[in-house]
């Protein structure tokens, strides 16, 4: 039941049914990429730099955290792909223990921009090693009975850093380093995914982490269909929303909301300034083109720069650049739209009537 499309180079895999099914589909299609992304990527580093005893002791302590239909799933993908179950689980909690990220997010909707569209930029700047600009895949995830969401993931990874549901709301994580120690939770990338697929706005998505077992410490930036956008800044403890202002907002990798002042580290200073620079100087006549060349300015390091993106929360579509050169930002964008992403679940919609490049 699971169907794969390739639009100018970019995977999309479409997983429908139960938690279990959609897992199973996943492992299937994509096992030779889950088997080489998990030798030769989450082995030779994650696992190597801080130790299989100490990822596996998180795993299982986070694991009576995660909501059921998760593990379900976790079971379908390790059966479909001939993997342990062990390996799947790690695989979904070691991020909230390997805090390495220098990622930026940059909004702006209504009178800021030239067409009063929404648009919403994304770079994840991730250590790729070379492999994981290349492993990039688009899995559409589409519940029996659920909204279904887009996440811009790699083979093997069930979770959302970077997606966008049916209803047009749009995430991305920025992780704060330093912060308190984590303590064992719903791993992030599983509440990212749960917070989307359940909200029809951005506020939907802020009340859902806000309740959550939290782990560590996050920006996740939200955006809806309307223009609504906030960055929620968040700890184990403590989660805010930092509202959008005059229809812009931008983040990168450390907190500015007063309750949250001096926690975790100050990293991506410069990358914000620059972005908070672009969004004054640009206002009214900000559009695509325009993002893209604000995500090429602080795309950083170049080799870390593993994917881009461009997010139209209102047209239910997105601009992707991955498994090109790197940086991500610097390349052709491919466009997928609502129909690619979301098929029959679009109003009006059938899966796969489109995709074309854009420069």
């Known amino acids: 039941r699971a169907r794969l499309r390739i639009v100018d180079g970019v995977p999309v895999v479409r997983l429908t049914g139960t938690p279990y099914e959609m897992g199973r589909q996943h492992g299937a299609i994509l096992k030779p990429q889950i088997h ?9 580093f994650p696992v190597a730099l801080l130790g299989r005893a100490t990822l596996q002791e998180w795993a299982e302590a986070c694991k009576p955290h995660i909501p059921a239909h998760y593990i379900e799933e976790m079971r379908g993908l390790a059966d479909g792909a001939g993997l342990p179950f062990d390996d799947v689980l790690l695989a979904s909690t ?3 223990r390997y805090q390495h990220a220098m990622c930026s997010t940059v909004v702006a909707s209504g009178d800021a921009t ?4 929404v648009y919403f930029g994304r770079n994840l700047d991730f250590p790729g090693r070379g492999l994981l600009h290349r492993m990039t895949v688009v899995l559409v995830f589409e519940p029996e009975g659920g909204t279904p969401l887009a996440s811009v993931t790699w083979p093997g990874v069930i979770g959302v850093l970077s997606g966008m549901n049916a209803h047009g709301v749009s995430g991305a994580t920025m992780l704060i380093r330093r912060g308190p120690t984590p303590r ?15 909200a029809t706005d951005a506020k939907g998505v802020f009340d859902a982490i806000a309740a959550a077992r939290r782990t560590c410490t996050n920006n996740f930036m939200v955006v809806d269909a309307e223009g609504a956008a906030h960055v929620i800044e968040w700890t184990p403890e403590t989660a805010v929303a930092r ?9 990168t990798n ?7 002042e001096g926690t975790g580290q100050v990293i991506g200073e410069s990358r914000y300034q620059r972005l908070d620079l672009f969004l004054r100087t640009e206002r009214g006549k900000i559009d695509a083109g325009r993002v893209k060349s604000a995500l090429e300015e602080v795309a950083t390091p170049w080799f870390n720069n593993v994917q881009s993106m461009i997010f139209l929360p209102r047209r239910k579509g997105m601009l992707v650049s991955v498994g090109g050169e790197l940086p991500a930002a610097k390349q052709a964008f491919v466009t997928l739209d609502k129909d690619v992403l979301m098929g029959a679940a679009a109003p009006g919609g059938r899966w796969g009537a489109g995709g074309a490049a854009a420069g």
Do not use: I, N, W
């Open 243 to 251: 509202p959008a202002e005059g229809g812009t907002l931008c983040s």
């Open 36 to 44: 080489f992304l998990y030798r030769e990527y989450f082995e030779k």
């Open 114 to 117: 030239a067409d009063g569209d």
């Open 94 to 96: 070691m991020l909230d």
């Open 254 to 260: 450390h907190f500015r909301s007063d309750a949250l």
């Open 184 to 198: 064992p939770g719903v791993p992030y990338l599983l509440m990212y995914r749960d917070a989307l697929s359940g």
